[in-house]
């Protein structure tokens, strides 16, 4: 009897692929609030997803609130420093979160242990950075404006420094307006804190003293609830 021939096993060695460095002029990455494997692979998830055209057929992802979403960062030119977790953005710097957007000349982005993202993110040549920001069941929006803003990921914090500013939209009119040195403003719970300066008073704030213009309400308009509003002291009164 004829035996079927034997064939040895062949084993292919590949060299590991040296990864590109990062690429200038438009960086687009997606950044997750969970470990560090598991943001890679939802950003190269969604990549496959657009690639096939399904990613507007996820309706789970726009269901869920801003701070379970994946922060996409967006600029003309990026570095990243794997050690330190540090993104570092120059350049039409546009940050998205679910409903949150920051734009800036400039930006730097930091991811802690357990997955949190916190930004820094300023602005040239006369321009201020800008967020603006959905308001929870109603369609509200927060506007806000600072010659540096600071955004803390875990508290869901933006705090806005130098001749700051913030609006909030129902629509395109203005409801409500709040200047100050420093505004800072707490998305989770909808609260603002304003701070005054007298040595460097905002445009719009006599004296640097927190200046709020309030609207009033007109029948079932809105919410009906505003934002609840803290003010403090310019130093030295």
Same mark, same amino acid.
Do not use: C
């Given at each position: 009897?004829?035996?079927?021939?034997?064939?040895?096993?062949?084993?292919?060695?590949?060299?590991?692929?040296?990864?590109?460095?990062?690429?200038?002029?438009?960086?687009?990455? +997606?950044?997750?609030? #969970?470990?560090? %494997?598991?943001?890679?692979?939802?950003? =190269?998830? *969604?990549?496959?997803? $657009? /690639?096939?055209?399904?990613?507007?057929?996820?309706?789970?992802?726009?269901?869920?609130?801003?701070?379970?979403?994946?922060?996409?960062?967006?600029?003309?030119?990026?570095?990243?420093?794997?050690?330190?977790? +540090?993104?570092?953005? #120059?350049?039409? %710097?546009?940050?998205?979160?679910?409903? =949150?957007? *920051?734009?800036?000349? $400039? /930006?730097?982005?930091?991811?802690?242990?357990?997955?949190?993202?916190?930004?820094?993110?300023?602005?040239?040549?006369?321009?201020?950075?800008?967020?603006?920001?959905?308001?929870?069941?109603?369609?509200?929006? +927060?506007?806000?404006?600072?010659?540096?803003?600071?955004?803390?990921?875990?508290?869901?914090?933006?705090?806005?420094?130098?001749?700051?500013?913030?609006?909030?939209?129902?629509?395109?009119?203005?409801?409500?307006?709040?200047?100050?040195?420093?505004?800072?403003?707490?998305?989770?719970?909808?609260?603002?804190?304003?701070?005054?300066?007298?040595?460097?008073?905002?445009?719009?704030?006599?004296?640097?003293?927190?200046?709020?213009?309030?609207?009033?309400?007109?029948?079932?308009?809105?919410?009906?609830?505003?934002?609840?509003?803290?003010?403090?002291?310019?130093?030295?009164?």
């Amino acid at each position: 009897m004829r035996l079927p021939p034997v064939h040895e096993p062949v084993f292919r060695v590949t060299a590991p692929k040296r990864r590109p460095p990062l690429q200038r002029h438009v960086a687009n990455m +997606i950044l997750n609030p #969970t470990s560090f %494997v598991h943001r890679h692979a939802v950003a =190269m998830l *969604l990549a496959m997803a $657009a /690639a096939a055209g399904l990613v507007a057929a996820t309706p789970a992802l726009a269901e869920r609130a801003d701070r379970d979403k994946p922060l996409v960062l967006e600029a003309d030119n990026a570095s990243y420093d794997d050690v330190k977790q +540090i993104y570092t953005l #120059t350049g039409n %710097v546009v940050l998205t979160k679910g409903t =949150m957007i *920051l734009k800036s000349d $400039a /930006a730097e982005v930091r991811t802690d242990p357990e997955g949190y993202q916190y930004a820094v993110a300023t602005s040239k040549g006369g321009k201020q950075a800008y967020i603006r920001q959905k308001r929870d069941n109603v369609d509200e929006y +927060i506007d806000g404006w600072g010659d540096r803003i600071e955004y803390d990921g875990k508290q869901e914090i933006a705090k806005l420094i130098g001749n700051a500013r913030m609006a909030r939209l129902a629509g395109a009119k203005v409801v409500d307006e709040i200047r100050g040195a420093v505004l800072t403003y707490d998305s989770r719970n909808e609260f603002y804190t304003a701070t005054g300066d007298s040595r460097n008073a905002a445009p719009g704030a006599p004296g640097g003293r927190v200046r709020a213009v309030l609207s009033p309400r007109q029948g079932q308009a809105g919410s009906g609830q505003g934002v609840e509003l803290k003010g403090s002291p310019a130093p030295g009164r």
